[in-house]
C-alpha cells in the first residue's frame, strides 16, 4: 500500500509546510538524507502550551507527539515530493517539557513513533533520544525533529 493511501485510510491530511519563526529553514536536504527542523506541537492552530508534571498529562502528550509527526510528515513531503520515495525514517529527537520529577518522556514521543510505524511500516522503525527540558519556545509541551533517508 503506497504511503498516501495508508494516509487516507487514517483519515490524515497533510499540513502545509510552517513558515519558520526564525533564523532557520525547515528542512536540509544533503546526499539521500533530509533533516527537518524541530517542529512545535499544536492544537486548534496554536501552539500547545504545557509541562509535564505540572499541568498537561502523559496521554495528552502523546496525543501531542503525534500531532507533530503529521506536521513533520507534511515538511517531508514537501521535502522530497513523494513520500514513497521514504527509504527509512532515520531518527527523531524530542524534548519534552517536563518538571524535574517527571520521567515519562519515552512515553511522550511514542505518540510520534507509534505513527510513523503505523505509516511508514518497517521502514517507519528509527533510532531516537527523548529529553526532558526545561523549557521549550513558545512554552510548548512538545518539540521534535526528524531525520529521514530518501532512495
Not at 483519515?11 to 528542512?27: K, Q
Not at 515519562?104 to 507509534?114: R, W
Amino acid at each position: 500500500m503506497s504511503i498516501y493511501a495508508k494516509l487516507t485510510q487514517l483519515s490524515i491530511t497533510l499540513p502545509p509546510v510552517a513558515a519558520p519563526a526564525a533564523a532557520y529553514v525547515p528542512f536540509v536536504k544533503t546526499g539521500k538524507l533530509v533533516f527537518l527542523s524541530g517542529h512545535l506541537a499544536k492544537k486548534d492552530g496554536k501552539v500547545w502550551v504545557g509541562q509535564f508534571g505540572k499541568n498537561i498529562s502523559t496521554e495528552d502528550g502523546k496525543a501531542a507527539a503525534r500531532a507533530i509527526a503529521i506536521d513533520l510528515i507534511g515538511t517531508l513531503h514537501a521535502a522530497v515530493g513523494d513520500l514513497n520515495r521514504i527509504k527509512r525514517i532515520v531518527k527523531l529527537m524530542s524534548l519534552v517539557n517536563s518538571t524535574g520529577d517527571f520521567t515519562e518522556q519515552h512515553l511522550v514521543t511514542n505518540g510520534a513513533s507509534e505513527l510513523f510505524g503505523e505509516i511508514f511500516g518497517d521502514k517507519g522503525a528509527h533510532a531516537r533520544s527523548a529529553f526532558g527540558v526545561a523549557q521549550i519556545p513558545l512554552g510548548a509541551c512538545v518539540e521534535i525533529e526528524l531525520i529521514a533517508e530518501v532512495e
